[in-house]
C-alpha cells in the first residue's frame, strides 16, 4: 500500500528552537515535496525535490530548508521558527510524469509560540 | 503556469449529482487537468485527471470542453462522505504540482 509518513503529527515549539519535521516515503517515486496551508490561502508549496541531492524552492521557502540525501525521506528543517510559520504542513510523493498520481502525508500541525 | 479558477463554494443534496466547475483558460495543449479532493482533517486525494477526453473511474467523471479551457468534475450522486474542498490544477511541464489555490468548497445536504 503507498504510503507517505510524517513525524510528528501534531508540534508545538518555541520561537528560535530548531526543529525538524519528517516525510519518507515506500514508493520509490522521485518527486517529494513539501505544502503549507493556511485558512484562506489553500496549499501553498515550501520546496520540492526531484530526486536525491536536487531540491528546488517553491512559492513560500523562505524560513525553511530541505535536504534529500535518500530517495525515501525528505525532512523539513525550520533552523529558527518564527509565530508566521504556525501552520498545517503536509508532505507529497509523486513520479516524475505529469500524468502521476501525488500522494500526500497526513499532515504535521505546527505551533510556533 | 496555467492558472485555474473555482467557485469558493457549492451545495449538494444527498444523492443527487453535483458538477464542479473548473476555468482554465490559459491551459496548454500538453497540459493534464488533474483533480483532487482534500476531506476534513486528511491531505490532499487523488480523484481524477485527463487531457482531451472525458474521463470516468470509480469515483467520478471528468468532462473537458473541447477547447479544453474548461473543465466539470461530475459525482453522480453525492453523499455525505463527499463533503470537501475539491481543487482543479494543472502541473506545470515537470509535473510539478505548484498551487492548489482554494479549490471548490462543497457542502453535501441529507
Known amino acids: 500500500e503507498a504510503q507517505v509518513t510524517q513525524n510528528p503529527r501534531y508540534l508545538i515549539t518555541v520561537t528560535g528552537k530548531k526543529l525538524t519535521v519528517t516525510c519518507s516515503q515506500n514508493m520509490n517515486h522521485e518527486y517529494m515535496s513539501w505544502y503549507r496551508q493556511d485558512p484562506g490561502l489553500g496549499l501553498r508549496q515550501i520546496y520540492y525535490s526531484m530526486n536525491v541531492e536536487v531540491t528546488d524552492k517553491g512559492d513560500v521557502p523562505e524560513g525553511y530548508k530541505v535536504s534529500r540525501k535518500e530517495k525515501r525521506n525528505f525532512p523539513l528543517i525550520l533552523e529558527s521558527p518564527s509565530p508566521n510559520q504556525t501552520s498545517l504542513y503536509f508532505c507529497?510523493?509523486?513520479?516524475?510524469?505529469?500524468?502521476?498520481?501525488?500522494?500526500f502525508g497526513p499532515g504535521t500541525r505546527l505551533t510556533v509560540l | 503556469d496555467a492558472k485555474t479558477t473555482q467557485p469558493n463554494s457549492m451545495e449538494s443534496n444527498e444523492e443527487e449529482p453535483v458538477h464542479l466547475p473548473c476555468n482554465h483558460s490559459t491551459i496548454s495543449g500538453t497540459d493534464y487537468i488533474h483533480w483532487y479532493r482534500q476531506l476534513p482533517s486528511q491531505g490532499p486525494e487523488y480523484v481524477i485527471h485527463g487531457l482531451t477526453s472525458n474521463v470516468n473511474n470509480r469515483m467520478a467523471s471528468l468532462a473537458i470542453a473541447e477547447d479544453r479551457k474548461s473543465s466539470t468534475l461530475i459525482l453522480h450522486r453525492a453523499t455525505l462522505r463527499d463533503a470537501a474542498v475539491y481543487y482543479c490544477i494543472l502541473p506545470n511541464n515537470a509535473g510539478n504540482m505548484l498551487t492548489f489555490g482554494g479549490g471548490t468548497r462543497l457542502m453535501v445536504k441529507p
Open positions: 507529497a510523493v509523486k513520479g516524475l510524469s505529469s500524468t502521476d498520481t501525488q500522494y
